[in-house]
């Protein structure tokens, strides 16, 4: 059983992601993290919705759009069965596979259509999971999915099997780490009874930290926090936040992913774009050093 309690695991992957130091009042945060305390990423990642599947010129640009991350380091790429009803999964595997040995691309499920085309539902039921999973398989041309997140719990039906369901696959070898998206303290640690917990995607940014108890019970855990939507509300949200960047000869997106970067170990921003340029200064960010005294003033602008 895996109880929300801190276990000897816990404490052994909790190490694997306190790698860092201070030089000269810079905080210097790692660049990598283990997720599940073994698999090894870049911090920075890449989520894929905003990647175009067509028309074919579109479809195109986003193809290498995805290459150009890959080229530029980036070995952690976020889809999902929702993006497209399948078509995004299938598009990195086009863009991608062979997949580089060090690349992971997690996919979320849990998520179907409704009547409407536009419209959709959390969908837990353990047949509909199993079917996205083995979807997600062939889309993505894998045997098994490394990092497979269940987009939204369904509050209709208990965790318990939901977990459950997740739990099978991996014993049949078709998942091997499995994620939460959106979730609470109180159902992280339910869902920690049934099976071992490798990630968190809950929303969560420099200006919106409603799921900062998540993210100090991911901390306390070593599991990976996947924050979505990391930049979205820094986008000229603050006039001060604006000026600090240019301070630093930085951006108000590198700025925000910089401070997330810096925030936790545990935080893997992964920003999507279907622009190379846009790409090209998120990575950058990853090389933008904070000072304690810098920290501090951001934390100032944030709560006045």
């Not at 890959?70 to 863009?95: C, F, K, P």
């Not at 509050?155 to 780490?177: C, F, H, N, T, Y």
């Not at 951006?251 to 090209?280: F, K, Y």
Request: aromatic share 4%; with cysteine; hydrophobic share 45%.
């Amino acid at each position: 059983m895996w109880l929300n309690l801190i276990s000897d695991q816990d404490l052994r992957r909790k190490a694997a992601v306190t790698v860092g130091a201070r030089a000269k009042g810079y905080l210097m945060p790692s660049s990598t993290f283990f997720i599940g305390g073994d698999r090894r990423v870049r911090r920075l990642g890449f989520g894929a919705m905003r990647l175009a599947t067509s028309p074919e010129s579109a479809r195109e640009a986003s193809i290498t759009v995805a290459r150009h991350a890959v080229e530029r380091g980036i070995n952690l790429i976020d889809t999902a069965h929702l993006y497209g009803w399948g078509a995004n999964e299938e598009l990195l595997a086009d863009a991608l596979h062979p997949y580089p040995e060090d690349l992971l691309i997690t996919t979320k499920i849990g998520i179907t259509r409704s009547s409407g085309a536009d419209e959709m539902s959390i969908n837990g039921r353990p047949e509909v999971l199993h079917a996205q999973i083995d979807r997600a398989l062939t889309r993505l041309k894998v045997d098994s999915i490394e990092l497979l997140q269940l987009h939204r719990i369904d509050s209709d039906i208990p965790l318990s099997d939901q977990m459950g369901a997740l739990r099978q696959a991996q014993e049949a070898g078709k998942v091997a780490k499995i994620g939460l998206s959106e979730v609470t303290v109180d159902q992280l640690a339910q869902a920690r009874q049934t099976v071992e917990i490798a990630s968190v995607q809950n929303r969560y940014s420099m200006f919106d930290r409603t799921h900062e108890p998540v993210l100090e019970a991911c901390e306390a855990a070593a599991i990976a926090f996947l924050p979505w939507r990391p930049v979205a509300e820094a986008s000229g949200a603050h006039a001060d936040i604006t000026a600090l960047a240019s301070e630093l000869g930085a951006t108000n997106t590198q700025l925000s992913l910089a401070w997330l970067l810096h925030r936790s170990p545990v935080i893997l921003p992964i920003p999507g774009t279907s622009s190379i340029a846009h790409l090209d200064e998120n990575v950058a960010a990853a090389d933008l050093r904070l000072s304690a005294e810098t920290l501090e003033r951001i934390e100032r602008l944030i709560s006045s």
